[in-house]
């Protein structure tokens, strides 16, 4: 089962964006539009995402 990660890879700020893409296979950048789109809703979504998702962990 695939969980929700933030990004360690494809992140701008925090990864949240590149999590959820990650997730449902889409585009990074197409759910970036969404969230710069639907501010200031969005913003407080990428807030409380930021703060109780987990990083992905990364395998050196």
Same mark, same amino acid.
């Given at each position: !089962?695939? +969980? &929700?990660? +933030? /990004?360690? !890879?494809? %992140? *701008?700020?925090? #990864?949240?964006?590149? #999590? $959820?893409?990650?997730?449902?296979? $889409? /585009?990074?950048? *197409?759910?970036?539009?969404?969230? $710069?789109?639907?501010?200031?809703? /969005?913003?407080?979504?990428? &807030?409380? &995402?930021?703060? /109780?998702? %987990?990083?992905? !962990?990364? &395998?050196?």
């Amino acid at each position: !089962m695939n +969980k &929700l990660r +933030k /990004s360690s !890879m494809n %992140k *701008a700020l925090f #990864g949240v964006c590149g #999590g $959820i893409a990650d997730f449902f296979g $889409i /585009s990074a950048t *197409a759910i970036r539009l969404i969230f $710069i789109f639907t501010l200031p809703i /969005s913003f407080w979504v990428y &807030l409380i &995402l930021n703060f /109780s998702v %987990k990083q992905e !962990m990364t &395998l050196r």
